[in-house]
């Protein structure tokens, strides 16, 4: 056995070897921080130095910790579950009215909510989900003056407001012919319920095809009971009415497959097919 290859001398060449090791690692590592763009900025900010008054240009610290007060605020704000919302104009007490929005959830109550919201009314809800979607309204949740409600107004309501827009009703022919009766309960019995007082929506002077016992009559039917008791309710209890009659709405919201025609035209034209005309365009 040689001296080089004694025991303590092996054991020092090992750590001298090791001290290499780490030495050439810390030099990789300091040249690759130097390297990345934000080391000079967080540096800078660790020691609360700004880039201006170490380098006397720029001022690239006092933006960065700019950037960093907007970032905390962000996440207070997140932490402490705050939304934002569109915004909505002050009323007055006076001015300011206690809404209910019955269907709100649907594709025309949906936009009746928005545009209620944003005068600065307090606006209720009510909505079965049937055919209306919580994403429809979902940016006005949590709002201190909005509220929903999931009730199906076949049952009654007991709640105080000063106006009712009532558009709870399956709108589509496929929607309303899917459960007839439910159809007409929702029309009649459903605005009996909200007489007290009442809107609803369907030009005046159209007084339609009566067919009472065809496909579409649980709607139609239901709906012409409706304006009937809209108006004995005002003649006999002074409820203050107005019967808006609305056709072919279409926008933004509306259900892919509603089934009604402007849908269907814009649906077959997405899809590069025929647009279907039926009975010669006599009526859609
Ligand atoms: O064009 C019209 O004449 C129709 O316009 C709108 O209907 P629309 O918004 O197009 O249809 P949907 O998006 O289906 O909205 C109807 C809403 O009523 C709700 N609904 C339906 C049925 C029911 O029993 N209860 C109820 O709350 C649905 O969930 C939905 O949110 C009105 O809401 C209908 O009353 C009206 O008949």
């Avoid at 497959?257 to 034209?269: C, W």
Wanted: contains cysteine; glycine residues 8%.
């Amino acid at each position: 056995m040689t001296l080089w290859n004694s025991l303590p001398l092996r054991m020092i060449r090992k750590k001298v070897k090791m001290a290499v090791v780490c030495l050439c690692f810390l030099l990789a590592l300091t040249v690759f921080y130097h390297q990345l763009p934000v080391s000079a900025d967080v540096t800078r900010l660790l020691s609360g130095r700004s880039a201006g008054a170490e380098g006397g240009e720029g001022g690239g610290g006092a933006d960065l910790q700019e950037e960093l007060r907007k970032m905390e605020n962000k996440i207070k704000t997140l932490e402490q579950g705050k939304k934002i919302y569109p915004e909505v104009k002050f009323l007055t007490y006076k001015d300011r009215k206690r809404i209910l929005v019955t269907g709100g959830a649907g594709f025309v109550g949906s936009h009746l909510v928005d545009r209620l919201m944003m005068q600065g009314h307090e606006v209720t809800v009510v909505d079965n989900f049937f055919t209306g979607r919580k994403r429809n309204v979902e940016h006005w949740v949590g709002h201190e003056n909005f509220e929903l409600l999931h009730h199906d107004i076949v049952n009654p309501l007991y709640i105080e407001v000063d106006q009712i827009y009532h558009l709870a009703s399956p709108a589509s022919p496929p929607n309303y012919m899917y459960n007839p009766i439910k159809t007409l309960k929702t029309n009649t019995l459903g605005t009996i319920n909200m007489l007290d007082p009442e809107i609803h929506p369907q030009n005046e002077d159209y007084w339609g095809h009566v067919n009472p016992i065809g496909p579409r009559a649980c709607y139609d039917e239901g709906k012409r009971v409706a304006e009937t008791m809209c108006y004995a309710y005002e003649k006999q209890e002074n409820v203050e009415v107005r019967v808006a009659r609305i056709f072919n709405t279409f926008g933004p919201r509306m259900h892919m497959n509603d089934g009604r025609v402007v849908s269907n035209f814009i649906l077959q034209a997405l899809q590069n097919e025929s647009i279907t005309v039926r009975m010669g365009g006599q009526r859609p």
